[in-house]
């Protein structure tokens, strides 16, 4: 579990909930089924005509990724593709194929089986490039599906307070309704601009930016495994690698 | 038809609407002509001014795209052009010439005449090209004309609820009227809010996303009848559209 | 004239006025030169320290081609164009200074007087291509003064109406003013979101799309002129200026 | 002095407070300190935040470049340059160091120093290029304070109405103070927005103006420099020159 | 100590709250522990859900960087390396071993170390900039968390005024409470709108500015490493130097 994620959500609320609390309002102002119909029932609205279904299920598929929490495997990867490259380089890349059954990364795994097929090096890369981009495309898409929620949430919840708002105009006769009418048309604006702010545009934050985490780990992959092809030296490929990752640069500091 | 755009629409006026009766409003009060020749009226001469009648009119004619439901025929075609290929590898290119009039699939039909003809493959390409890309072109234009629309519509709106709000200011010395008038002058806010974010913008999304799709479904044709002219194996011309497709990845877990 | 540019701003404002007309205001509230002094003074001075003075000028002097109508002529072009190449392949390029006086189209006559006066082909292109880029460049920045004035409109015209509720504030003694003072700070509003909204961004548009129209059809020109000094043969060159047209597609459908 | 940046400042704010003049309003109430140490103060402070200090003096320094005129000498220079490429055709270019005292543009006599110390061409493009780059830069950079300081006013201007609202709202118990209260609390708007939109953007948008005319100068200057030293035909250079400064449309309209 | 920094946010607090006092209100109405509560808690919620994180931490502890002083170092640097290349020149690469344990500048160090080592060209140049490259962009996801913070605190300062207006409005039936009602709310709105405009986006700008800079001297100290290694004339490197550090410019003035 992404705890980041869950534990921001729920920090949030408490926040906002507890300070409005202290300051005398109680929480059950806030507990209105017709505001969370209007304000989650448009944006939905607004989201199907926006995208085609196969986006909209992605998108709702995706939201998942945003909360599930997958441990960065980036060490043990380069660990694994170097003494890949060790065992190529002194038996051959066919004595690669043994190991296929050991590796758990299936896109590594992918990978080392075209090699081991004997692939030509050009059609591999472009088979893991392709795979690599259309993964993510696809989910830039149903992470933009999150960020139209967000920009149309506010919008609509807009939209619910102004209805609201006609309504107790048209009834300004009884001033002892004023008050509550405006207060419940307000609860719209509170359901679409926190859900935005706190659930559709953070949601979509993280989305893109653990898709592009993704997709440089697949590119450290699918480059290990095209140098190997190439023969390259397993030293040299370590020190690629962790250059790619990033991980180079406190080691470097040992130089001072 | 497009059951997400158009279910997207009636369900999100109806989650509006809804939740606003539930809360004891009545959609009556919305149904003012007035206001919707005000925003609607406003909108439409803003994008009069705002574009040749030449482009609106092709973005009025693609607003039907967006309402329109096409299934992705992506796998017939890859099918068939694949049988194309083998044709044309065992019995030559002149032998397509029978199988032209098979072909539903107009864009595809063009292409394979190309061939047949025996035009040029850099000149077949640059004709290809250009009809994909003006095809492209045209439609984004018109999917400008949707958004720009969207664009207007909320100040319009906002326009006409301060012109309502105005003629209330004026005849403040009746407080009787006050609320009924306020009331009014908000429900232009209302038009305008709400056909841009539920009609306009969200059909300009779809109108993007449907051209850049038809624009992919363009290019992989494309790409594969020029791959038959340049002699490809049609086991690899397969494997090279269904990665263009985005079909080669599922495919490829059967490695794991 | 442009039918759609004069015919767009009359019928939004009808729209409008008549919408509130219909609700019982009337347009005379509206009539205010103050609120127009305010905000039009306003927002051409903010255009006068934005822009140095030649572009001012020559933002005002390209509004009219936003209400000026002027129809393609790209068939005739064509036509023309072909029938020169013709005449060149025949008679070769000299023969073309006779028909250099029956040109009418002045960057079409100055594209062919290169060719008959034997400008070498890149130096010829250079100069085309250069007047297209200025020309374009030139009235992009002319383009931007009325989109710099869509921006400013509707701040100014907030100024104003906050200017007016300060008026009306200070005087809070007197109630009976009150609704006529707040009615009148509106128009300012008014005034600044309709100015920008119906004429200055719309008129920013047709600009942009007209000169992009122009731009293109000046390099159909300067692509055909060169092709005859390149010596293309007339029916390709017919093809190739279709297709740069987007009159291509269309005909391609005869395949069908 | 830029009569468009002064004229259009005085223009504005006189068409601003004359129209409020004419609406019964006076200029007096919009004499606050306290809303200027507010605005001014608050937009200081985010800029002070927001830029080193280098950049902030730079910033402030620039400001005069958009009140300052600057007459184009852009005639004056292709004749100039011109000149010296006459000469440096007949008697070399070592004879141009004699001119070198006789040259007031800095940048130009610089470019042809480098002419007559014999530096080589590409240092010398090198050079000239990288000096045009970076005034263009650090002018960029100073442009961009104004603009940010155009982006917080307003927001800082509705902080010191707000701040000002609160106290009103504090004090509801006078109702004979809310009228004077909210008009003051008002003022700190009318201060961010108008600084914003009559001063802070326009000047930013001007000084990207004239940066930019610079930079087409002094590039102009470079190149025609440089084309002297690869010994360019005069009069091709001319012609050259007068296309690069957007002169040569205009000429070439004598065709017709 | 960042000067401008610390002294920024202190110069605009003091004005805003001292303009405040100036009009009679009291900065202890701001001091509300609730409102701090709901925009702070709010933000750092929005944020979390966001960013992974280890973005989340990296962004707080860059934060210091924005208020830490950090003298430009560039002349002594350019001295250093022109000092270093004039050593490689006469007593060669191998010669600049001695020197290494002077150098304290630790990019400077490690590049020189490359040198030594006798590390090829090209892999040395890739190290370098793969560096450079790294720093740079986990800085900038760093200073996106502030750009965040400075977007979602306004929201989150609006979402806390309407529920606070929500209570204010439930409770209308003692009229007395009401203006210090609307006054708490408004304290939220003063908190979202003070924290992004005065202190988070000022804060990411300055940390993308300051990114830039340390860029530009890292690839400074690279070239210049590089080019000993090429072989470079000292007395070119440092005129090389001097244009890539922007010093050229005002020694070429002394041409005049």
Redesign the interface.
């Known amino acids: 579990m992404?705890?980041?994620?869950v534990?921001?959500?729920?920090?949030?609320?408490?926040?906002?909930l507890?300070?409005?609390a202290?300051?005398?309002?109680h929480a059950g102002?806030?507990m209105q089924?017709?505001?969370a119909?209007?304000v989650?029932?448009?944006t939905?609205?607004?989201?199907?005509?926006?995208?085609?279904?196969s986006?909209?299920k992605r998108g709702l598929g995706l939201g998942k990724l945003?909360f599930g929490e997958k441990k960065s495997d980036i060490g043990d990867i380069i660990k694994q593709v170097v003494e890949l490259a060790g065992i190529a380089r002194r038996e051959g890349v066919l004595a690669l194929e043994q190991k296929l059954t050991e590796i758990k990364e299936?896109f590594l795994?992918?990978a080392v089986?075209f090699l081991v097929d004997g692939v030509d090096a050009s059609i591999a890369r472009?088979?893991l490039e392709?795979?690599i981009h259309?993964?993510f495309d696809?989910g830039s898409?149903a992470a933009k599906v999150w960020e139209?929620a967000g920009g149309?949430a506010?919008?609509?919840g807009?939209?619910?307070a102004?209805?609201?708002?006609?309504?107790?105009?048209?009834?300004?006769?009884d001033p002892?309704k004023?008050?509550?009418g405006?207060?419940?048309a307000?609860?719209a604006?509170?359901y679409g601009?926190?859900s935005?702010?706190?659930?559709f545009?953070?949601?979509a934050?993280?989305l893109k930016?653990?898709l592009a985490?993704e997709k440089d780990r697949k590119t450290l992959i699918a480059e290990g495994v095209l140098s190997i092809q190439a023969g390259l030296n397993p030293r040299v490929l370590e020190?690629k690698l962790a250059?790619?990752s990033?991980h180079?640069?406190p080691k470097?500091?040992d130089?001072?």
Do not use: W
């Open positions: 992404d705890i980041g994620s534990g921001g959500i729920v920090f949030a609320i408490a926040c906002i507890g300070g409005q202290l300051e005398g309002g102002s806030l089924a017709t505001a119909i209007i989650l029932g448009g939905m609205g607004a989201i199907m005509v926006s995208f085609p279904m986006d909209v945003a299936p795994k992918r089986g472009d088979a392709t795979e259309h993964e696809g898409v139209s149309f506010p919008t609509v807009i939209l619910g102004v209805l609201g708002l006609i309504h107790v105009m048209e009834n300004l006769s002892s004023l008050g509550g405006i207060a419940t307000f609860v604006t509170v601009v926190g935005a702010n706190l659930l545009l953070p949601i934050n993280k930016r653990k985490l020190e250059s790619y990033g180079h640069a470097a500091d130089h001072k």
